[in-house]
């Protein structure tokens, strides 16, 4: 039997008196890898952020199994991750802390205090950074100091050693180049590598060639959602509908 982990039952949520989202019901099931496509503006980032409860809906529910999401601890919250577009990274911090920083949800505040300091332990950042195509010459380096495209996979490195249940990834791809897009994508979908990476997967989408691998797309159109279906069934009259 496949399990639902995230559910919204008819959740809108209205931000300067326009709705962004519109009266949406959406389950997501163990081990489904799904690409949310839309328009710039569609919705995407919004519904992201009800999912992983950064805000709350105006009308309707959100179950994290099944269970209230404002009824949920900070454990079980960590239990979702997520791939911001703006990265969200600490500027102050190095790149290998910015990673460590995933850990917070399930380490002791002197952790965090240890962190901060520079004083613990890096060795599982650095596993997670160098299965992110990252380099050992830029694990200790200010985040000011680094590219956008390894800022890009410090903040993958960040989401990944959180190991949660559900992984909510937000343009995931972007300042990446061809080759190291494609290793992304493969870790976060198919990973073979000895990491656990979530089993349920969440992305947002600008590029259709990056559609392989993902079993259910679900298409967005001004704060709505205009298709759900399994990824071989996608036709070009469902792309239409939303581009």
């Keep these: 039997m496949i399990n639902t982990l995230l559910e919204l039952k008819e959740v809108s949520y209205v931000n300067k008196n326009n709705f962004t989202l519109k009266n949406i019901s959406l389950k997501i099931k163990s081990g489904e890898k799904i690409a949310l496509l839309g328009k710039s503006g569609a919705g995407k980032t919004t519904l992201i952020s009800i999912l992983n409860g950064t805000i709350k809906p105006n009308k309707g529910k959100v179950k994290l199994f099944n269970t ?20 969200r990274l600490i500027e102050d911090l190095s790149a290998e802390q910015n990673v460590n920083c995933g850990l917070l949800g399930k380490r002791s505040f002197l952790f965090a205090f240890k962190n901060l300091l520079n004083i613990s332990s890096f060795k599982k950042a650095h596993q997670y950074m160098k299965v992110c195509n990252l380099q050992k010459s ?11 495209g390894q800022k890009q996979r410090v903040a993958i490195a960040r989401s990944l050693i959180q ?3 559900i992984l909510l990834a937000d343009e995931p791809f972007n300042n990446l180049d061809p080759k190291i897009t494609l290793n992304i994508k493969n870790l976060l979908l198919i990973n073979k590598n000895k990491i656990k990476v979530p089993n349920t997967t969440l992305v947002s989408l600008h590029r259709l060639d990056l559609l392989n691998d993902f079993n259910r797309i679900i298409g967005m159109k001004y704060g709505e959602i205009l298709f759900d279906l399994e990824k071989t069934k996608l036709k070009k009259s469902h792309l239409n509908m939303i581009y």
């Design 163 to 165: 190991e949660s249940d």
């Design 68 to 87: 209230e999401f404002d009824k949920l601890n900070l454990y079980q919250k960590s239990k979702i991750s997520t791939i911001w577009q703006d990265l």
């Design 138 to 148: 830029i694990f200790s380096k200010n985040i000011r100091k680094i590219s956008g």
